[in-house]
């Protein structure tokens, strides 16, 4: 397993579209799955973004403990999560 | 915790921002008694005759709520997220902070020593120093506004000069009622 912690690419660097997942390996057996997949809402999200998730949901979705945890304000939390709502229905739309 | 003068509410807000604001409200409105300054206005600061605390507290009171409610009916209007209405009375609250600087301007001797409808350049200098932190209120109320009902861009910048011309209006309607 690889141990650098590599950012997940969402974006094509050469035209900007979104990336699919074109094929799946098992580092077991080296079987690989060839195809064309959706990459799950979530990996779509920047890291940051997805931090806020994991965050959120250790919170038991408290948008209160989320503040005191982060040490910023509730709206500033709320709007955080405003924009990444925002960013999901977007990604589903495309 | 970093704090930016003008940033704040991203730390800052609800009940701790309400408790801090009106303990500068309170500050500024007493301070504003002995100076003489009526803050009788949403935006507004004036040099005046004596008063008793409680005009100079009504006037102070009626230019923090009519912000709140304007704001809070442009929240309803132009937001899609939920906002708490303590966020926005809160944040409205403390971005009043800088009226104690003008509250304190107001014992400068030009002003103290003026005579009704008087202008000299030493009372054009102390007025013109008192604008710094009126500036300062606005740029505040413009980020409390932006962060409490969550807007960006083009639509927060309209939504904030057209909320804050109709609760200067509706400021000066609630002294007209109650004051004058």
């Known amino acids: ?94 | 915790m970093k704090l930016s003068i003008f940033k704040h509410y991203t730390h800052i807000a609800g009940a701790k921002a309400l408790l801090i604001g009106l303990g500068f409200i309170i500050a500024t409105t007493i301070v504003g008694y002995y100076s003489n300054v009526h803050f009788d206005g949403a935006l507004d600061a004036h040099s005046g005759k004596p008063s008793s605390i409680s005009i100079h507290a009504l006037q102070h009171l009626i230019a923090w709520v009519s912000v709140v409610l304007i704001f809070s009916l442009a929240g309803f209007i132009l937001s899609k997220s939920r906002f708490r209405f303590i966020d926005i009375a809160g944040t409205i609250a403390l971005a009043r902070a800088p009226m104690l600087l003008v509250a304190l301007i107001g014992f400068a001797p030009a002003l103290q020593n003026a005579k009704p409808g008087e202008i000299n350049n030493s009372i054009m200098l102390v007025t013109l120093i008192m604008i710094f932190p009126i500036i300062w209120m606005i740029t505040l109320m413009y980020n409390a506004f932006t962060t409490s009902i969550n807007v960006k861009g083009t639509k927060a910048v309209i939504g904030f000069i057209v909320g804050l011309i109709l609760a200067e209006v509706l400021s000066k309607v609630l002294n007209q009622q109650f004051i004058l």
Not at chain 1, 48 to 63: A, D, I, P, T
Request: aromatic content about 4%; glycine content about 4%.
């Open chain 1, 1 to 94: 397993m690889l141990k650098t912690n590599r950012k997940l690419p969402e974006l094509c660097p050469s035209c900007s579209s979104t990336l699919q997942v074109t094929s799946l390996g098992c580092s077991s057996c080296e079987t690989t799955v060839s195809g064309k997949f959706q990459l799950p809402a979530l990996a779509r999200l920047s890291p940051e973004e997805q931090e806020f998730v994991v965050n959120f949901v250790k919170s038991s979705g408290s948008l209160k403990v989320m503040a005191q945890h982060l040490g910023l304000s509730y709206p500033t939390v709320r709007n955080l999560l405003d924009d990444i709502i925002q960013k999901i229905e977007t990604n589903e739309k495309s």
